[in-house]
C-alpha cells in the first residue's frame, strides 16, 4: 500500500481507494480511505489477500469514475504469476461495487484463497479532521451480522442508527472473525486451465434518516453507464470555444465534475432539489458562498443550479437569533452538515451561518438570475427571502450601524467569516491578525452589487420603486465611504480590511480584484488595482497569489496568505474585463487554463503559490479538495470573461 489515494465521486457519496483497491482506514495524503456517505464513514477497511498475502499493484487505480487496477501475486523474474487479478470498482448514490475478476495463467488447475477483509467503523469526518479533538459517543453501539450472501454493520447511539450492508456474488465461502471487529469474507476458488472467476461485492450505505428505497446496480459497468449519462447531459450542448482547445477541455471537465458533485436539498415547500456540493473530500455539502460562486459561474451556461440554489438556501434562510449569536434573521447558511456530532450538538455545523458573505451573494445571484433567464417567477416567490436578506445586511450585518458588513470571531465555529475563513487569513502586512470585529474588504464589494441587483428587482419584477430608491442611495453610500476608508494611497490600492478599531488592515490581498468584479471601485483606481495584481509579486504565472510575496505574512504553501486559488482568480478575471482590462484578463485565464492542463484539465481547490519561472509545474497545495465545485465552473467563468481568446 502506498500513500496515494484515488477518489470516486457521486453526489454525497464518495470513496477513497488506495492503488490497489484497498481501503486501510488509515490517513493518506491528507485525507482518510474510506466509503463515505453523509459525513460518515460507512467502510473503513476493504482489503483484499489471496493465499493469505497482499498481492503486488502490477498497473495501480488511475484517476476516472471507474478504478481500475491490475494486481499479481508477489514473486521474481523466474516465478511468473499464478494469476492475476483485474479489478474494478465504482460508487454510486449510497453505493459502492467492486468486480474482482481472477484469472489463472497455468495450464493445470489451480486452487487459490481469495479473503476480503471488511469493517465499517461510521466515524464522523469531523474526527477525522488533523485538528486533534475527540468527541464522547456515551451509548454507542456497535453490531455485526453474517448474512446469506454477506455481512451488515450497525452503528447505534440513543435514536442514532446507520447501517452498512455487504453482500456478494457468489456467497463467500465463510465469514471469519479477525478479533478486531472487522470480518473477512473467504472464498477458495478452483480454477480451471487458463480460466477466469469472478466475484462481484455490492456494499449499500444507510445513514441516519434516509428512508429511500435505494438499489445497488448490478455491476460496474451498468453504475459507469450511468455517471457517463449523467455528466454527457451535463456538458451536453455548451457552445466551447473552438479556437482554444485547452479552454475548452477544461470547460468540458468542469462540467462532468459538476454533474457528480451535485448534492440533495429541499426547497421553501419541500421540493426535492439538486445542488453544488462544496467538494470533496472533507466538504461533500452544501456551503452557501461555495454553491452560490459555482451557480454565479456556470449560469450562462447551466442557470439549472441557480435555480435549485437559491430556493435551497432560501430554505436553509434564519428566522431567528441563535443562542450563539451567529444565527441572526435573514442571513443565509454558511454551512449543512448531516453527520452525527452535528446531530448531537457536538459541532455547530448542522445548520451554520458564519459567513458575511453568503447573504450578499445569495441576492447577486437571484438578480443575476433572473437578468440571464427572465425567469421572474423566482423573484416574486423568493421576495420575502431577499428582503429579509436585505434586512440582515442593514441590521445584524452592521451596514446601518457600522457602515460595513461586519463579522467577529465565532467561539467553537471560524474566526474569520469571508471566504478566507483560516485563522491569521486576515492579517497586516507583517503578518499580525486582525483583532477585533473585522470589516472584509470583498463582502463590501459583494454588498454593494447585492443592493444594486436588489433595487433592479425591486423596480422591474416586484414594482416597488421607494424600496428601490432606498437600495440604490444605500449602495451609493457605501462606494463613497468604501474609497474614502479603505484606499490606502501610499499603495494605490485597497485595504484587505478594517479592523475593530477602524484601522487598515494594510496587507496587499488578491480580495481587491472582488471588488473589480462587485464593480465597487471608481474607474480610475479599478484600474490601478487591476495591473497592480499582473506585477510579479502578486502573479505566479499560474494565476493571482492570495497575498502578494515580499510581505512577511507571505507564505507560498498557506491556505489564504500566498497561494493561488482558481476561483478567486475567477472573480478577478471577470473584474478586469467587466474594467477593460482585457489584455490582463487574458492573462490570467491563459494562467488558469495551463494549470488545468498538466492535471487533466480539471483545477484543484488551490495551488501553492511558487512562480512558473522557477517551477514548470504548479506545485500541489497538500490539503487541497480534488474536486471542487468552484474549481470545476472557474473554466467556464474565464470563457465569459475572455470567450475564446
Known sequence: MTDRHHLLVYGGTFAAVGDGGDISGVRAAGSPEGLFVRDARHLSRWQLTVDGAVPETLSPVADGDTARCVLVPRGGRDEPAAYTLFREQVVGDSSFIDLIRVTSNRPVPTSIRLALTVDADFTDQFELRSDH???????????RQVLDHGLEFV????????????TADPAPDTVEETGTGARRLVWTLDLDPHSTAELTLRVMARPHGDKRALRVPRSPAALSSQLLSLEGEFVEGVAFPTGWPELAAACARGLADLATLQVSAKGPDDEDLRVPAAGAPWF???LGRDALLTSLFALPYRPRLAAATLPALAATQATERGADGVSQPGKIVHEVRHGELAHFGQVPYGRYYGSVDATPLFLILLGAYVEQTADAELARRLEPHARAAIGWMLDHGGLTTRGYLVYRADQGGLANQNWKDSPGAVCFADGTRASGPVMAAGAQGYAYDALRRTAWLARTVWQD??????LEQAAADLRDRFQRDFWMPEHSFPALALDGAGRQVDALASDAG?????????????????RRLLEPDFFSGWGVRTLASGQSAYHPLSYHRGSVWPHDNALITLGLARYGLHDEAREVAHALVDAATTSGH??????????RDTHAEPVPYPHACERESRAAATPLALLTAVGGA
Do not use: I
Not at 155 to 166: I, K
Not at 465 to 470: I, K, N, Q, R, V
Open 284 to 286: 461533500l455539502t452544501l
Open 155 to 166: 452503528y447505534q447511539r440513543g435514536e442514532w442508527r446507520s447501517v452498512t450492508t455487504v
Open 133 to 143: 479533538r475527540t468527541y464522547a459517543k456515551t451509548g454507542a453501539t456497535r453490531s
Open 465 to 470: 420603486e421607494t424600496y428601490a430608491a432606498l
Open 514 to 530: 472582488h471588488l473589480l468584479w462587485s464593480g465597487l471601485l471608481d474607474k480610475e483606481y479599478g484600474e490601478l488595482v487591476g
Open 602 to 611: 480539471r483545477l484543484p481547490e488551490v495551488l501553492a503559490g511558487y512562480g
